[in-house]
């Protein structure tokens, strides 16, 4: 069967080279066991962090061996009497289009409730991250409002709708006019900043956010991060959810520019991994699935077909190529 691999760790922003395809042996399932086939596979900013062997919040990919990432596989075999051919499970899998894994490290999906790719997305990691982000760490308030960077993605796109149902004012930040354009008439953004054609950006924070920002979810760091937070209100809550402007930097940053805004609001920064939260899991897919299914949020993702494509869609996360979840269908 055939496989993607790390072939070296990037230095700085990664490109096709750092990958490479090659075939496996594909196993005969034994007891307890399952043979699937890939049907969805994620492609996540963070995976970057697995393919530097920094210390992290997760180990490494090791060079030579298929990379993994969050996926959508069909079951063709089973030796567990909860599974038969035909099922479709949710796991985290090496990019390995035909393999024999263990029962219990699945869960069932069920294709009749959502799409299938929904379960990589808006019911899945990137729509956990931004429900626990958002209400365990941003402690969101009817008539705030809230600013959302990387609003366009597939965190980002669900941080804002859930902010419009629970009655806050949102405004999002992204990199193209189409996509501020889809902020405001798809997601039902108040206002939206494209940050490439913005000069200024704290001042178009500014008016965007005319009683200033209680909650800052961030998703990308930097430059924009610094803007946003020349806004904050006083006992403001920004939530670290992501730095992807900063994933490719090569240096260390040397300083917080912002912290003395900090000081002065009594504003709270925290770091957010949403795997830390895994006990609200349950609720909090329940709760993504009713307003799914009461049609409050909408399910946004970018597909490319083919296992092949997978390197390219990962790389294309970095030129904003996607809107909502970037997902390759095999
Ligand atoms: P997205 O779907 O948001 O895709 C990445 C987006 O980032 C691109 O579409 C692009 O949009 C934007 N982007 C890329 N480069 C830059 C840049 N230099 N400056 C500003 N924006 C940039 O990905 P996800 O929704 O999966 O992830 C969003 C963030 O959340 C990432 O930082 C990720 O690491 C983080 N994350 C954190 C988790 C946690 O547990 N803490 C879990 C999941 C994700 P644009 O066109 O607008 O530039």
């Not at 959502?114 to 931004?130: D, H, I, K, Q």
Request: hydrophobic share 40%.
């Amino acid at each position: 069967t055939k496989t993607i691999n790390l072939k070296q760790r990037p230095q700085g922003r990664p490109t096709l080279n750092d990958f490479d395809q090659s075939t496996a042996e594909v196993a005969t399932p034994q007891d307890g066991e399952l043979l699937v086939k890939l049907a969805y596979v994620s492609v996540d900013p963070y995976l970057r962090g697995r393919m530097s062997d920094a210390p992290s919040y997760i180990p490494p990919f090791e060079i030579g061996k298929p990379m993994a990432s969050g996926v959508i596989a069909e079951v063709v075999e089973s030796k567990h009497d909860k599974f038969k051919p035909g099922d479709y499970v949710s796991g985290t899998l090496p990019w390995k289009v035909t393999q024999v894994v263990k029962a219990k490290d699945l869960l069932k999906v069920d294709k009749s409730q959502a799409p299938l790719s929904a379960y990589l997305g808006v019911l899945g990691m990137t729509g956990l991250t931004a429900y626990l982000g958002l209400t365990e760490i941003g402690k969101p308030k009817a008539g705030e409002t809230l600013l959302v960077s990387g609003a366009a993605g597939a965190v980002g796109s669900v941080v804002g709708q859930i902010g419009k149902i629970l009655g806050l004012r949102v405004v999002g930040i992204a990199g193209t006019d189409d996509k501020v354009d889809m902020l405001k008439n798809e997601f039902g953004f108040d206002a939206g900043i494209n940050y490439n054609t913005t000069k200024n950006m704290s001042k178009a924070i500014a008016e965007g956010c005319p009683d200033g920002v209680d909650v800052y979810f961030d998703n990308v760091g930097g430059d924009i991060s610094d803007a946003a937070l020349f806004n904050i209100n006083k006992f403001s809550r920004t939530v670290n959810c992501g730095a992807i402007s900063v994933y490719n930097n090569t240096e260390l940053p040397k300083s917080i520019s912002v912290q003395p805004f900090l000081v002065r609001k009594s504003s709270s920064m925290q770091g957010f991994i949403v795997f830390d939260y895994a006990d609200k899991y349950p609720a909090a897919i329940q709760q993504l699935a009713q307003w799914l299914q009461q049609d409050k949020l909408t399910h946004t993702e970018t597909v490319r077909d083919g296992f092949e494509t997978i390197p390219q869609a990962f790389l294309d996360l970095f030129d904003g190529k996607n809107t909502g979840k970037m997902v390759v269908k095999l």
